[in-house]
Each structure stands twice: as C-alpha cells, then as structure tokens.
C-alpha cells in the first residue's frame, strides 16, 4: 500500500521560509517521478515543482528562484525548500508520485503565509 505523508507546513511571515518533507511508504521515489502542488482557497490545484526519475528539476514559474525541490532517496524523502514566500504561496501543498498506472497523494500540509 502506497502512503505519502507530508510534515512541515506552518505559519510564517512574508519573506520567511519553509521546507515541506513528503515521505514515502510503498513506493520508491527515486523509481518515479515526484511533484509538488498546491491548492489555494477558491483556486484550482497547481503543480509548483517537479523532479524527474533522473533528478531534473522543474518549476512553476511564479516559484522559480525562490522554490527548490529535492530528494533523499536513502530516507525515500522528497523536499520542497520555500525561501521568500509571499502571501500568495499561501494553500495546502501536497506531494503525488506518478507511476505508469497511477498517481498517490498525501493528504497535504497547510502553509499560511502572512504577517
């Protein structure tokens, strides 16, 4: 049974930073490939960051720069550094897997961004 679980979330002031974890259980991460997204109230979900099988990386481009995703294939741990958030990276931010028969979700991490 796949299980994604993501820690990490939280309030913080604009300008601050954040790192997300996505753990995995059931899966190998560094056998697939890895997202993160993001869901703000009254807003359609939104891919913020990719990472490839191969480790390539890509990014929405309202987070470029500032966002950086990355994996822990000995923890099985997929990351997402946060650095100058702003109010408007403010949703539930959930991690999925997609393999070639299916896509897992965890069941999301608040980030509150204000002041």
């Known amino acids: 049974q796949v299980q994604l679980v993501e820690s990490g979330g939280g309030l913080v002031q604009p300008g601050g930073s954040l790192r997300l974890s996505c753990a995995a259980s059931?899966?190998?991460?560094?056998?697939?490939?890895v997202g993160w997204y993001r869901q703000a109230p009254g807003k359609q979900r939104e891919l913020v960051a990719t990472i490839s099988r191969g480790g390539s990386t890509d990014y929405a481009d309202s987070v470029k720069g500032r966002f950086t995703i990355s994996r822990d294939n000995a923890k099985n741990t997929v990351y997402l550094q946060m650095n100058s958030l702003k109010p408007e990276d403010t949703a539930v931010y959930y991690c999925c897997v997609s393999t070639r028969l299916n896509d897992y979700w965890g069941q999301g991490t608040q980030v509150t961004v204000s002041s």
């Open positions: 059931g899966i190998i991460f560094s056998s697939n490939a």
